[in-house]
């Protein structure tokens, strides 16, 4: 039997309009489909009624299956033939261990293809009214992994090295390490006062944003009681959400309708 084809493909960060085209053509085309927690259920809606769906578990969650079962069962559904599309949150590139199911597919010699997405540092700007760049205020971004433990010895993000970029930084996966973040940004040198946002669910109907500065941020966000998803924003940029604002997401529910 010839082998089949994975794709591995970025579902976005929750409006399933911000699917790609050539997202929703491999998912019509295909006969499995893995996904992670983080896909909207309008997006697995795209693959066929016929096409079996994987379940390849919750990060950090109750339910998660390791990774090197992942990649096996994406090994063997395309050995027995099939198209198959591994769905993941966001871009499949960006902290989404892409990498390593490419990798994996390579080392078996599997044909694979990627399908980037709009990655959730993108989307929450976006839909926060955050211009990542800015001619006058900010000349790079930085994405960033708040998930390790900033005061384990031999983490490998060094917080106070990108308090001194004058880049915009956006923190993945960062919500829980808040506080220490924003503490050793200061320490490298970052001004208390600069603009900093959290969007939670970015463009789904549970988005809201929270914006303050480095100095408050984290008190702010265990007030409001934020949870992930969440996507933190900190630079000068991030005082634009005051006025740029736009997302409202009843009325894009009612919209979408
Ligand atoms: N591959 C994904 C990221 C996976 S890591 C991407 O490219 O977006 C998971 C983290 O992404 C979450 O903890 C959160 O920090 C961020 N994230 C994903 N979806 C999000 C959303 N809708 N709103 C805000 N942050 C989101």
């Known amino acids: 039997?010839?082998?089949?084809?994975?794709?591995?493909?970025?579902?976005?960060?929750?409006?399933?309009?911000?699917l790609t085209i050539?997202?929703?053509?491999?998912?019509?085309?295909?006969d499995a489909v893995?996904?992670?927690?983080?896909?909207?259920?309008?997006?697995?809606?795209?693959?066929?009624?016929?096409?079996?769906?994987?379940?390849?578990?919750?990060k950090g969650g109750e339910f998660s299956r390791p990774q090197s079962e992942i990649d096996e069962t994406l090994v063997r559904l395309a050995l027995e033939?099939?198209?198959?599309?591994?769905?993941?949150?966001?871009?499949?590139?960006?902290?989404?261990?892409?990498?390593?199911?490419?990798?994996a597919l390579a080392a078996a010699g599997i044909a694979f293809e990627i399908v980037p997405g709009v990655t959730a540092a993108l989307a929450a700007a976006a839909?926060?009214?955050?211009?990542?760049?800015?001619?006058?205020?900010?000349?790079?971004?930085?994405?960033?992994?708040g998930h390790e433990d900033p005061s384990k010895p031999g983490a490998t993000v060094r917080w106070e090295d990108y308090a001194r970029l004058k880049a915009t930084l956006c923190i993945y996966m960062g919500v829980r390490n808040l506080e220490t973040i924003a503490r050793r940004l200061e320490a490298g040198g970052l001004a208390a006062t600069t603009p900093a946002a959290i969007v939670q669910s970015a463009t789904t109907v549970e988005h809201r944003r929270i914006l303050?500065?480095?100095?408050?941020?984290?008190?702010?966000?265990?007030?409001?009681?934020?949870?992930?998803?969440?996507?933190?924003?900190i630079g000068e940029?991030?005082?634009?959400?005051?006025?740029?604002?736009?997302?409202?997401?009843?009325?894009?529910?009612?919209?979408?309708?």
């Open 127 to 145: 839909y926060a009214g955050i211009p990542l760049t800015h001619r006058l205020l900010s000349s790079s971004v930085v994405l960033l992994t």
């Open 237 to 257: 940029v991030a005082a634009f959400s005051e006025t740029l604002d736009w997302f409202e997401p009843a009325r894009h529910q009612a919209l979408a309708r």
């Open 34 to 58: 893995v996904y992670d927690h983080l896909v909207a259920p309008e997006v697995l809606e795209l693959a066929g009624p016929g096409c079996e769906r994987v379940f390849a578990g919750k």
């Open 212 to 233: 303050g500065t480095l100095g408050t941020l984290a008190e702010l966000a265990a007030r409001e009681n934020v949870d992930a998803p969440a996507m933190i924003i």
């Open 1 to 18: 039997m010839t082998p089949g084809i994975v794709y591995l493909v970025g579902a976005g960060p929750g409006d399933p309009e911000l």
């Open 81 to 103: 033939g099939k198209t198959v599309v591994r769905l993941k949150g966001g871009d499949p590139f960006i902290f989404g261990r892409g990498g390593e199911e490419a990798a």
């Open 22 to 30: 050539k997202a929703k053509r491999v998912l019509g085309a295909a």
